[in-house]
């Protein structure tokens, strides 16, 4: 019998195949096609992106409506085994470092080698750390008193 995993993606757009070359850059894992195992978060994550599309319609003068869309994908764990896949079992420093890296990165070319990436992504509670880290890779000192100097 089959391991079947179900993934769920909740967007703002209608498509009838995944282009992963669509994904926006300097995301936590890449460029890329974003699902969750939980249908809550999708669900969230496409009533946020209906506001935000809204908002920056109505901030240009138009009035623009959006769609907050779920998708739901069925995929048997046996058919993983043939990607390079890469697991983070917790945000600890290794996902910390590759979330900066895709984040910081200017190029247009994928910072990595994975077909797919499992893992937690930054939300409220892990982007004061990376708003932390970020500015140390671009050669900058945090002193004690919170203000950069360059370095």
């Given at each position: 019998m089959a391991d079947i995993i179900t993934?769920?993606?909740?967007?703002?757009?209608?498509?009838?195949?995944?282009?992963?070359?669509?994904?926006k850059g300097n995301k936590d894992?890449?460029?890329?096609?974003?699902t969750s195992r939980d249908i809550r978060h999708a669900e969230r994550l496409a009533i946020r992106n209906k506001s935000i599309e809204e908002e920056r319609s109505a901030f240009r003068g138009?009035?623009?409506?959006?769609?907050?869309?779920l998708y739901t994908y069925e995929l048997d764990r046996d058919e993983l085994l043939a990607l390079n896949v890469k697991e983070f079992a917790a945000p600890d420093r290794e996902w910390m470092r590759f979330v900066?890296?895709?984040?910081?990165?200017?190029s247009k070319i994928q910072q990595h080698k994975y077909d797919i990436v499992i893992g937690s992504?930054?939300?409220?509670?892990?982007?004061?750390?990376?708003q932390t880290v970020l500015p140390l890779t671009r050669g900058e000192i945090l002193t004690c008193s919170g203000s950069r100097e360059g370095g």
């Open positions: 993934l769920y993606h909740g967007t703002i757009y209608e498509f009838d195949l995944i282009d992963v070359t669509k994904g894992f890449g460029r890329g096609f974003y138009v009035k623009k409506s959006a769609t907050p869309w900066v890296l895709n984040r910081e990165s200017k992504t930054a939300n409220d509670n892990t982007r004061a750390a990376i």
